[in-house]
């Protein structure tokens, strides 16, 4: 349930309504430059990710607090879409004043969504077993875009189709599009609800101890170094993962976050175009995920990672050179790039979910989201680099666009060099690291 009411900020927010809304052409800039604040402003988002990031999760599940940041977390993004319903071009703020509030808005909800999702997979090793972990990882994923799929819809049909819309609500002041994330926010509070009072936060052994300590920031990385340290030289194939990971999962959230700004500004997608194309992709990935999830427990994480990111960076290519023959280039292959993206995010989680033993999921899914969330201003600063590129090989800004796709491709092929010489076998944990 909690991965099906994500998909209101995964697949709303972050992808296919409120970026391309941020972005799109004269709503609050020309499309360039939006899309280049974006980028910076995510950048941000994504270095106090990195900071942050690598002391939320073991301090809460020393505590037996996981579920309670869960919650904490979780609020905090729905309050962020929440406020993003007073980002409008028309707001008295002004336009230039409401695409930043937009921005930090959605960087905002970025952070607090990270640090939930510490929590979130953490709850993986207590629900399933190494033989069926793939499976259940699979079936959360495959939930989420499960979710994006009745959400969408339901929008669509509600707010974002043909007139009339719902409850009376017009297109002036971009109603429309503010009432859908509105509702959204609602989705994902509602869908929070069932994981926060059915499992339970659960404490370290040695919690017990610490109880009456007061632990300070400076504590706590302290802490996280001794657990990289005790990494290197237990588990040094983990730490090679986890390096793969950050990359090649970055690029993926990349995928989710410019994809949709893609379709808008290189294949013209209407905002209608980009939600039926956002339900297709959902009802393809959430297949995939579902299926690979089965397959993954037969055939192992790493396989099934190193065919979804060779898979993705064919189909990203073909987009990027073939992006002069129009929208079914991306109708062909966006769609199927998004095929890849759920089983490599359940398998890469469930990778090193197999590797952890029982009283350490904090511990490690935190430096897990460190890892990943240390490269986290990567796939934005990418996309604006390679969009600068663009503009100076082709001379000019609009039109260029097409550029950000390589800046993300080269994430995924980084991530994928990095995973190649991994050794699953070789790469679990131990009790006492």
């Known amino acids: ?18 970026s391309v809304f941020l972005t799109a052409d004269g709503n609050f800039t020309d499309k360039h430059t939006a899309s280049s604040k974006l980028s910076i402003g995510l950048t941000i988002a994504g270095i106090f990710i990195a900071l942050l990031a690598p002391i939320t999760g073991q301090r809460a599940d020393r505590r037996g607090k996981g579920t309670l940041l869960l919650g904490l977390n979780t609020f905090a993004v729905v309050a962020c879409m929440v406020g993003m319903f007073w980002v409008y071009p028309e707001s008295s703020l002004g336009k230039m004043n409401a695409l930043y509030l937009g921005i930090f808005l ?14 979130y ?3 993986l090793g207590r629900i399933s077993t190494s033989k069926n972990m793939g499976t259940i990882s699979g079936i959360g994923w495959g939930s989420g875009y499960m979710g994006g799929i009745v959400l969408l819809g339901l929008l669509l049909f509600m707010f974002l189709g043909s007139e009339p819309h719902a409850f009376g609500v017009t297109s002036t002041n971009s109603m429309t599009i503010r009432a859908s994330i509105l509702v959204s926010a609602i989705w994902f509070g509602l869908s929070a609800l069932p994981v ?5 936060g659960r404490k370290y052994e040695s919690a017990e101890a610490d109880e009456s300590h007061h632990e300070s920031i400076i504590d706590s990385y302290k802490m996280l170094w001794k657990t990289v340290k005790d990494l290197y030289h237990a588990a040094p194939q983990t730490v090679l993962f986890l390096a793969s990971s950050a990359l090649f999962r970055d690029g993926l959230a990349g995928v989710f976050i410019y994809g949709a700004i893609i379709a808008s500004t290189v294949f013209g997608f209407e905002n209608s175009d980009i939600m039926i194309f956002a339900i297709a992709a959902n009802v393809i990935a959430g297949v995939a995920t579902y299926a690979f999830g089965f397959i993954e427990d037969r055939i192992g994480p790493k396989r099934v990672i190193l065919i979804a990111l060779g ?28 095929a890849f993206v759920g089983p490599a995010q359940s398998a890469s989680r469930s990778f090193l979910g197999r590797m952890i033993p029982e009283g350490r999921e904090g511990e490690v899914f935190g430096l897990y989201a460190t890892t990943g969330r240390a490269v986290s201003f990567l796939a934005p600063a990418m996309y604006a680099v390679f969009l600068s590129l663009g503009s100076l090989f082709t001379g000019q800004q609009d039109g260029s666009e097409y550029w950000g796709i390589l800046g993300i491709i080269l994430i995924l092929l980084a991530g994928l060099a990095l995973l190649i010489p991994v050794k699953p076998e070789r790469a679990h944990l131990n009790h006492q690291a």
């Open 311 to 338: 898979s993705m960076i064919f189909c990203g290519l073909v987009v990027f050179f073939l992006h002069s023959r129009g929208p079914i280039i991306f109708w062909t292959f966006g769609l199927a790039l998004t």
């Open 121 to 123: 997979n953490a709850m």
């Open 106 to 119: 959605l960087g905002l909800g970025n952070v607090f969504f990270e640090f939930a999702s510490v929590n």
């Open 196 to 200: 926060l009072f059915t499992i339970r």
């Open 1 to 18: 349930m909690w991965d099906l009411g994500s998909a209101a900020f995964n697949a709303v927010v972050t992808t296919f309504v409120f």
